[in-house]
């Protein structure tokens, strides 16, 4: 089955600085990837999503970028702000999302203003 | 974005009784339903794939006759917990697929935190 790995666990970034965080995949046959983010106690939210027949999707100071070769995949936070402090999972599936989601094991994701 | 609706949010029980979660797609029909597990401070971890009308897929590891699953309508699927015990305290997650404009997108629900005492 599909083995996703994510890193780092935690990260401490500045207000305004940039975070990323990276997350590899075992699946060749994956070719969906959500991001979601999950504030404590709440339930996951999907911020940004990319499919495999695209390298890079943007939206506002979100951004994935996907290496099909290396089979990894990135989000990008730009300008960061202290509600941007959440975990964040990263998530592969196949069939274009039609099938069971393999999440990654999360990043703790902290703003210091 | 679509809306799925958890209940109970919480629930304290005790060693031995079951208790039923009940997961809800508000504004579209879910076909497909997921049901996860968290632990604090840990990753979601599928437990069961729910179909409507059809008997529930369970991942390996997780006891079917323990963790008893019903989609018995496109908008709702039932997970119950039977004789619960302490080691089953945890997050419970829902999720559901929609169809036609909401395709593979997952609309998570707002969780259950179970605590067996």
């Known amino acids: 089955g599909e083995n996703v790995e994510q890193h780092p666990s935690t990260l401490s970034v500045q207000e305004g600085d940039s975070a990323v965080i990276k997350c590899t995949y075992s699946d060749s046959a994956s070719n969906y990837f959500p991001w979601y983010k999950q504030e404590l106690g709440k339930r996951p939210q999907l911020i940004i999503d990319i499919r495999s027949n695209v390298g890079e999707k943007k939206d506002q100071r979100i951004a994935v970028t996907l290496n099909k070769t290396a089979k990894h995949f990135s989000l990008h936070i730009t300008e960061t702000q202290p509600e941007d402090s959440a975990v964040y999972f990263c998530a592969a599936s196949s069939n274009f999302g039609n099938e069971k989601l393999t999440f990654g094991t999360g990043t703790r994701l902290t703003i210091i203003p | 974005g679509a809306v799925v609706s958890q209940h109970p949010s919480w629930v304290i029980c005790k060693s031995g009784t079951s208790v039923k979660i009940e997961c809800r797609s508000l504004?579209?029909?879910?076909?497909?339903m997921f049901w996860y597990r968290q632990f604090p401070k840990q990753s979601l971890m599928l437990m069961a794939t729910s179909n409507e009308g059809s008997k529930a897929t369970y991942e390996q590891g997780v006891e079917k006759d323990k963790f008893l699953i019903n989609h018995a309508s496109l908008t709702l699927s039932t997970l119950t917990v039977t004789s619960a015990h302490p080691e089953d305290s945890s997050f419970y997650i829902c999720?559901?697929?929609?169809?036609?404009?909401?395709?593979?997108?997952?609309?998570f629900g707002s969780g259950t935190q179970l605590s067996v005492l």
């Open positions: 999720s559901a697929r929609g169809l036609g404009g909401t395709n593979e997108k997952l609309f």
């Open positions: 504004d579209f029909q879910a076909t497909t």
